[in-house]
């Protein structure tokens, strides 16, 4: 009997084990493409979630979404918001919310179920929520501007003036003062849920009750002030207390207003700080209430007594005053807090990730350079400031110079003309200090401090007990990893994610030093690159929103967006900057699945169409920045502007039909076949096989983009080839612009041998160079010269993944739906391994050579599938998961083969 029910058993397990196995789960539920996100605004409300199985070739038939005013009720099945019931559909990102007109500034909560393809459904996802934000002017409850002094609009200096203002000019302005504003209010009952809405000129720190509001720098993001104005959603419930409770505010100027006293870019103001906010308070009984920014607000000048977002912060710890932000603070010798003129922006939800001190740097050397003088050599350049601990006494002074570089004599070298940037604090003498500046930052690896006890005589000055930097990026979260067995890649991989992350800010810097202006072209040309290491579907939306705001009447999206300033030329207008308009919408078609963004960006897109087409001759375009920073000048101007002109239109009528305008999709299409047409009778040698000169560039761009006549591409190829090897003797000289489709027709055609031969060095200008010669993140040119802390160049990132680990995605395909997983075991490589958090889940793939035996290990997401090029030969096998493949096909020296998701171990042998 014993053994019959185990028998029974037995034969149970295995009838249910494989279901219970390959049970399909919900492990990430996102809206807006973030986890519990706040200041939703319903049009732009969709959702997303990724699934885990342990089964094979595992695919969703079936969801259904619910969302309920509570998550009580939504864990009690009442769905009083929106219930989907069962949609039959494989769709599981871009989800659109069609339910009933939802409330501004009101939390709801929502899951999500799904069937596999077996009609097997999955467990309920845990309960997500989302919060919405303010969706009109009445909503913001009569708040108000209000600050510590207006500036009228006769002071305004909008666009900013390039650099300084001249000597004795009458719109020559001071430093505004960063002042705080507080406020004391009174919970009479119980709490359930308090919001508050806020948005400080040009940035502010929040707290209530004497704790910090969030963990955000530089908030909100920089945008055209003007045209629009982002404020920012917290939930403070926890924040609060019964009875009486106070909440402070911090401002500083950022780029609403930049004085000339230190180093600029640019010298203009917008106004001085200003404050709006609306704190909701909803008690458990259901009634609420509403505080809001006005004249019953206090203000006062605060300890900070110089701050620009170019020349740095000063700080007296004298002036502070404690309790300040609690509530008994004795506020009777603030003034009122006076209304300010309004700014003329819209107000709207900061929709990226916030800017946050996300890293910590400690010293690896400290040198004394001179009296009473330190210098710190922290070992890497990033984007951050110094946070300095510090005794000392009341009145003394140190001063805190951040730099990339230094001097012969060790001091610290700001050098490219970005000097004076520097820090300035004065102890209060309360023991032990701490400090750091909120509203400026540099590029450091170097931080000398002056005025500090060097040496046992100097008993008088402040003793420096510690200080480290701080290092400040945009918040998206890290999507890639990759390392091979080259340790000079690794290396390079390195050097460009540090550059890549100092420069993700609330939009995308060309450098934390000298501009931190977001020059379109490092969108532009580094997006996919970007894209593999970071999430960035957030922070493109913001940058479409800012070129946006930015596009000039005749049609021009200028080459900076916000357009602080307006400079001239070229710098102005270039095809290849500017064509971002177009291109950053593409993108976040093909890489996240988003065509909601395209009917909104349209009719910006379609302006900037026009005047291209009005700038051009015989479809031509030939003026820009052309290839910024190749080496030798060797690439005719009019190459990557066309180049890049073709490349938009196409994207455009692709764009075009994709929303249901055939005639338009039509029109751009002929367009498109008409700059081809005139680009290569303009630059094309059909004798010699070459464009142009027959530069990297010149030649590259054509391949990579399409412009090259199928008939004559084979040979067109291999002459970039030869020229690589026999003229450049495998040296680069692509820049901004061409770099990254020299990397991509070498490696997406059957070259990469020639890439990393060219990679694999460091006796020329390229990456290894830049190494070699002592750089820690990406320099701005191959040389190393210039600014020390610059991603444009950031290119080889794209064959690392996609090449080298193999992960990419299939033509024609969207948001990584079908895989293109095709590892190149290159040069001396043994081993690599990828990973990248697609919008369906984390592709990883890995594989090992050894001898004759190549190993791939690969894991592709639920809900997708895979083209699989595995190096093998006619007489190769091909082993999956230890059992053998039959069902592949050769071509040349390469199986491809077709896989559904699972984790999968391949060997060839």
Known sequence: MKSRKITLLIVLLLIIGPAVKAQLRVVAALCDNRTNPVGIHPSDLFFSWEMQSSGEAVTQSAYQVVIATSKAKLTAGQFDVFNTDVVNSDRSIQVPYLGKALQSAQTYFWKVRVWDMDKKTSAWSSPQQFTTGIFTPADWKNARWIGYEDLPDSGRVVPFVHLQLKPGDPRIFKNARSPLLRKEFTTAKKVAKALLFISGLGHYEASINGQRIGDAFLSPGWTSYDKTILYNTYDVTGQLRPGSNAIGVLLGNGFYSISQERYVKGTGTFGNPKLIALLKITYTDGSTDHLISDQSWKASP????????????????????????????????????????????????????????????TARKMTVVGPNTVVYDFGQNCSGIPRIHVKGKAGQTLKITPAELLHADGTVNQADGVTPHSYAYTLNGDGEETWQPRFSYFAVRYVQVEGVRV?????????????????????????????????????????????????????????????????????????????????????????????????????????????????????????????????????????????????????????????????????????????????????????????YYYHSISALSAMAALIGKPDDAARYRKLAEMIKTAFNTKFFNPEKKLYATGSQTAMAMPISLGLVEEKYKKQVLHNLVTNIQSIDANRLTAGDVGNRYLIKALYENNHPETLFTMTNRDDVPGYGYLLKHGATALVETWDGKSSQNQLAMGHILEWFYAGIAGIAQAENSVAFKHLKLRPQPVGDLTWAKGSFHSPYGWIKSGWTKTGNRFSYQVEIPVNTVATVYLPAKGYSKIYKNGKTVRDYTIEGDTARLELGSGKFVLNVE
């Open 302 to 361: 605060s300890p900070i007594t110089f701050n620009t977002i170019y020349g740095g912060e000063d700080y007296d710890a004298r002036q502070e005053q404690k309790g300040w932000n609690t509530a008994g603070f004795a506020d009777k010798t603030w003034k009122d807090a006076v209304l300010v003129t309004t700014p003329t922006g819209k107000l709207l939800p900061e929709i990226d990730y916030p800017v946050r001190l996300l890293d910590s740097l």
């Open 455 to 643: 040496k046992g005589e100097d008993a008088d000055l402040p003793v420096v007990t510690e200080l480290k930097i701080l290092h400040n990026r945009n918040a998206a979260p890290s999507t890639g990893t990759f390392a091979c067995s080259n340790a000079l890649f690794n290396r390079i991989y390195t050097l460009t994610d540090w550059a890549i992350k100092s420069n993700l800010q609330s939009y995308i810097t060309d450098n934390p030093q000298r501009e931190k202006l977001s020059w379109q072209g490092e969108q532009n040309f580094m997006r996919t690159a970007i894209n593999y290491t970071y999430n960035v579907y957030s922070l493109y939306r913001s940058l479409i929103q800012n070129m946006a705001d930015a596009q000039h009447e005749n049609g021009l999206v200028p080459d900076i967006a916000p357009e602080y300033i307006k400079f001239e030329g070229p710098f102005v207008d270039s095809p290849e900057w500017g064509t971002t308009a177009i291109l950053d919408s593409w993108f976040l078609v093909q890489f996240y699945g988003d065509t909601s963004v395209v009917r909104k960006t349209y009719r910006m897109m379609t302006r900037y169409a026009d005047f291209l087409e009005s700038r051009a001759t015989d479809n031509l375009l030939l003026y820009g920045l052309g290839d910024w920073l190749d080496i030798g000048k060797v690439t005719p101007i009019g190459v990557t502007a066309t180049a």
